[in-house]
Nanobody
Framework: QVRLVESGGGLVQPGGSLRLSCVASAFSFGSYAMSWYRQAPGKERELVAAISSTADYPNYADSVKGRFTMSRDNAKNTMYLQMNMLKPEDTAVYYC?????????WGQGTQVTVSS
């Protein structure tokens, strides 16, 4: 069974940094399209960053460009989201997602709160 587990969320002050991790199990990471989403209270889930199985570079939402960096380590079956210069509006539950063909798996989410 495809499984994703996120970690690394927490409370951080504005301007601070966090690195989220997403560990995949029961499937080979490298052949999947991977992405990070977030959902703030009262808002729809939105795409933050995504990378296909063959792309060299991720695509980012305009709201996080220049501040967030997505990377993947296929050997470790782990994906990361480095978040710098965090803002209060980045507060949300962050989810990782893996897709290939009919398989569409989501993690349980990790809470990120940016507040002073």
């Amino acid at each position: 069974q495809v499984r994703l587990v996120e970690s690394g969320g927490g409370l951080v002050q504005p301007g601070g940094s966090l690195r989220l991790s997403c560990v995949a199990s029961a499937f080979s990471f490298g052949s999947y399209a991977m992405s990070w989403y977030r959902q703030a209270p009262g808002k729809e889930r939105e795409l933050v960053a995504a990378i296909s199985s063959t792309a060299d570079y991720p695509n980012y939402a305009d709201s996080v460009k220049g501040r967030f960096t997505m990377s993947r380590d296929n050997a470790k079956n782990t994906m990361y989201l480095q978040m710098n210069m965090l803002k209060p509006e980045d507060t949300a539950v962050y989810y990782c997602r893996a897709r290939r063909g009919p398989i569409d798996a989501w993690g349980q989410g990790t809470q990120v709160t940016v507040s002073s």
